[in-house]
């Protein structure tokens, strides 16, 4: 038996879990403490997060083919973190704010941000893809755990615009940073956790612990439970089960109001696993067991709202067979439309340096397209 | 029927080739989107490919084991459509153009790395491989992998656990080339290596097999594969003979750019040759002596001047050398060489007087026959035609052997001693320094004086300490005072 692998979910310590594998409740003092809080989740927002679930796999599918088609560059699977996903995600009002990592497809599903649009960084075509301010998230950012210190600068400026502890929902506002527990071990999670903390800062670190960072189990990240990670900083850390949408959302509405109403940042831990690759250009059977992913795969967290649904009898085939139906046509979609993503002008690249217009960029622009003019259909050719 | 053609993508991030490892579809088979059908291998990793076409498998462009260039198309697929004879054309070509490259030449749907350009085109290092056919598909009917069942055989694909061979050489055809391994078809060892290092020995054409690995713990080190690959691979030319470097010519720049290796050939060779066969032979020792050479230099001057010695060149070397064949003929135990398979001491009775020369085309010997009979005006000649041909490059194998004494003139390069290697087959080396002007004493006083400096090396089988010495004393005796010869001549 490797020493380093994952532990099994079943002993994991202070996780909180609302449903269980096999689609039942759980009991147990942990799950009562957080279980008022999704009681209000009815038949069809249960529908709606099994929806986004099974769309961001769908996704996550249809890219990773893309990628071994030669359409995309690279793409990084988020397959196994759906609940995690979905389910934090769901909790989040319009006015907060996501300072998402790469692997965030599930949020981004939830947020509304557009499949094509989601996978323009990936084809190379752009470096981001949408304007954050249309669904309040941030570009993908692949530098590693680097995001959180946005995010905490972010929640810095949130409080100084005074939108913190009104008590008003509609102006309350929290900022949310994914990262993972491999990033967890980057100076800048650690800087942005001082900060967040002095600062009493309304940010939520929600560090999914998918339980490989690459190929470095996340016994060599940390010798201490992740969720306790803040405890030194100063914050408050909790341990949910990643692959409960339930749970996920309940952990984190409690971290929002936590933000909302001032009292500070909120460490949480989402206890997944990654199921697919770390991206595309890696291989996990070189460095992790098959038995490992079948257990896994036991706790898929999209089988476990199914289950979960069809146990409280809100399955319904006919509406089953239409999720089915829109992931297949946003896959074909994804299909025609990435293929048809054309390049960018070259002149794009002066589109974003300032907000405004800026002097010595259109400068630059202005010389930069003359050239273009100039040598165009000598470079370009030379080039091919 | 309109058919599409799926070229090899980038399934890393800037990879440009990589191995089919098993066709998961056959000619005729009917596949959908996403269906995979085939399995590849990258330095990265093993990978499955999924069909970006709905249709018929019209042709399959790559065998097994082979490696492929990434753009290079792998697999036709016929339209689903048209299982029947074409359709008019123009019907599904929406379909065939909304995948941007189809033919397999030079596609646009890669994006990663470099384009891809014509696969046969490509010009990056020479290795042997097989390419994948371009153009009209030769409708190659798919080879279903006849693996020898010794061979580990591409593990099924849902079995990615530990067992997997992740390290497999392709199974001989391709890399094998100039390395012997065949011999080892069942207990095929692990080869360690890291992918870089796998990555750098596909490329160079290297099966791991054969290389010997110098890294800790058995691994192949990338220097193990550049150094495999240098014994086989075909060097190119680095320089010429007329360039400013002519140590370069016939070289060929290693794949770092860094260093440019050489083949030994012609004076290097014999001279390495020499070398090493007389320093691991005869145990060499090397004593010294300083000595006052301005009387030397006096007569140089009066011979100079001397209408005999108007057309050859006098010079302190020449005095020297008399000196040599004067002291060799007081000790002519000295002129000898060691045969060491009759196990017998040869003794001349002649002196092939040998001097080392620099020329373009690195150190030669030649030596003077009969140097002992000469007086001092014909061995300034014969020195004096030996160094012109010399230098000239005219040296016969002819002029070189047969030597039974040598005088190395490193004085010329402004040294003042060294202690030389013996010229195979002698039994002594004279060393002449630089002769500088030093205060010395002279007659009881500080005087400014030609000095020089002598080394004289012998082999030790046959000449002891004592006689080395005392032949070195003797030729520092007629530099010191050149009138002594007349005593000795």
């Known amino acids: 038996m490797n020493p380093d692998a994952p532990q099994s979910a079943a002993a994991v310590e202070d996780l909180v879990q609302l449903v269980a594998p096999d689609g039942s409740r759980t009991d147990g003092p942990r799950a009562a403490a957080y279980r008022d809080r999704v009681a209000h989740i009815g038949t069809d927002e249960l529908r709606a997060m099994y929806r986004d679930m099974v769309l961001t796999r769908r996704f996550d599918d249809e890219s990773t083919a893309l990628q071994r088609q030669g359409e995309l560059g690279l793409y990084p699977q988020g397959r196994g973190q759906e609940a995690a996903q979905v389910g934090s995600a769901y909790a989040l009002r319009p006015q907060d704010f996501v300072f998402p990592s790469y692997r965030e497809h599930g949020v981004m599903q939830v947020r509304g941000v557009d499949a094509v649009d989601r996978l323009r960084i990936y084809r190379g075509t752009e470096h981001g893809g949408w304007d954050p301010a249309d669904h309040n998230v941030q570009l993908n950012t692949l530098v590693l755990g680097s995001q959180t210190l946005h995010a905490t600068g972010y929640a810095l400026g949130v409080q100084r615009d005074g939108l913190v502890g009104t008590g008003d929902p509609q102006r309350d506002t929290a900022v949310v940073t994914y990262f993972g527990d491999g990033a967890s071990s980057q100076g800048d999670v650690n800087e942005a956790l001082v900060f967040a903390a002095v600062n009493n800062a309304p940010v939520v670190f929600f560090c999914q612990n998918n339980q490989w960072a690459i190929s470095e189990p996340t016994s ?72 490992e992913e079948e257990e896994w795969a036991l706790r898929d967290p999209i089988d476990r709202l199914a289950a979960l649904l069809h146990a409280e009898g809100r399955w319904d085939d006919v509406w089953a067979a239409d999720v089915e139906a829109q992931a297949d046509a946003m896959a074909e979609r994804l299909r025609a439309e990435v293929r048809a993503i054309e390049d960018p002008s070259p002149a794009s690249m002066f589109d974003h340096v300032y907000a405004a217009g800026h002097a010595q960029v259109t400068v630059e622009r202005d010389w930069f397209e003359r050239y273009e003019s100039e040598t165009a259909g000598t470079t370009t050719e030379a080039a091919r | ?138 409708t190659t009917p798919p080879v279903p992998a006849p693996a020898p069942a010794a061979t580990p055989a591409p593990a099924p694909a849902k079995s990615p656990g530990i067992a997997k061979p992740m390290m497999s050489v392709p199974a001989a055809a391709d890399t094998a080339g100039a390395a012997p391994t065949g011999t080892t078809p069942a207990g095929r060892i692990r080869v360690l290596a890291k992918p870089p290092v796998r990555k750098l020995a596909k490329d160079l054409g290297v099966d791991l097999a054969s290389v010997q690995p110098t890294g800790p713990g058995g691994i192949v080190t990338r220097e193990d594969v550049v150094a495999r690959a240098e014994a086989a691979e075909p060097k190119t030319l680095a320089t010429y003979p007329d360039d400013d470097q002519p140590w370069l010519a016939s070289g060929s720049v290693t794949n770092d750019g860094r260093e440019t290796r050489v083949p030994v050939k012609s004076v290097r060779k014999r001279t390495a040759e020499a070398m090493v066969t007389s320093a691991f032979t005869a145990p060499h020792v090397t004593v010294f002596r300083t000595v006052d050479v301005t009387r030397t230099m006096k007569l140089v001057e009066k011979l100079k001047a001397d209408r005999d010695f108007a057309d050859v060149r006098v010079t302190p070397l020449l005095i020297a050398a008399k000196a040599a064949l004067l002291a060799i003929k007081r000790h002519p135990e000295i002129n000898a060489s060691w045969d060491d398979e009759a196990r017998e001491i040869v003794y001349k009775h002649y002196v092939n007087l040998g001097i080392a020369a620099a020329t373009p085309r690195g150190l030669v010997v030649p030596n003077v026959k009969d140097a002992h009979r000469h007086e001092l005006l014909p061995l300034a000649r014969a020195l004096g035609e030996l160094t012109a041909t010399a230098r000239a490059g005219r040296t016969s194998p002819a002029d070189m052997s047969g030597g039974t004494f040598t005088i190395t003139n490193v004085g010329v390069f402004g040294i003042d001693t060294g202690t030389p290697i013996l010229n195979p087959g002698e039994a002594a080396i004279l060393a002449f320094g630089a002769i500088r002007q030093q205060p010395w004493v002279h007659k009881g006083k500080i005087k400014p004086r030609w000095v020089t400096q002598l080394a004289l090396s012998f082999d030790h089988r046959l000449v002891d300490g004592e006689l080395g010495s005392r032949f070195l004393s003797d030729v520092a005796r007629v530099l010191e005072d050149p009138a002594h010869g007349l005593v000795w001549g």
């Open chain 1, 220 to 291: 060599r990240q940390t010798r201490w439970p992740l969720y306790r990670r803040g405890e030194g900083f100063g914050i408050p850390g909790v341990r949910v089960d990643g692959n409960d949408v339930l749970a996920s959302y309940a952990v984190m509405t409690e971290a929002l109001e936590r933000a909302y109403a001032g009292d500070g940042p909120t460490f949480v831990e989402a206890y997944t696993y990654r199921m697919g690759a770390h991206t595309t250009s890696d291989d996990p059977t070189r460095y992790r067991e098959l038995a």
């Open chain 2, 1 to 138: 029927m309109s058919t599409q053609r799926f070229p090899l993508p980038d399934v890393g991030e800037g990879l440009t080739e990589a191995e089919i490892v098993e066709w998961k579809v056959a000619v005729g088979d009917t596949v959908a989107v996403n269906d995979v059908i085939v399995e590849i291998e990258t330095a990265k990793s093993l990978v499955e490919l999924p069909s970006p076409f709905a249709g018929t498998v019209v042709a399959l462009l790559a065998e097994e084991g082979t490696t492929v260039d990434v753009g290079t198309a792998i697999i036709e697929v016929g339209s689903a459509d048209a299982s029947a004879p074409d359709p008019a054309p123009g019907a599904p070509a929406d379909e065939a153009a909304s995948v941007g490259s189809t033919n397999g030449a030079g596609s646009g749907s890669v994006l990663v790395g470099y384009g891809t350009g014509d696969a046969a085109a490509g010009s990056r290092r020479r290795r042997r491989r097989t390419e994948a056919p371009e153009g009209p598909a030769p």
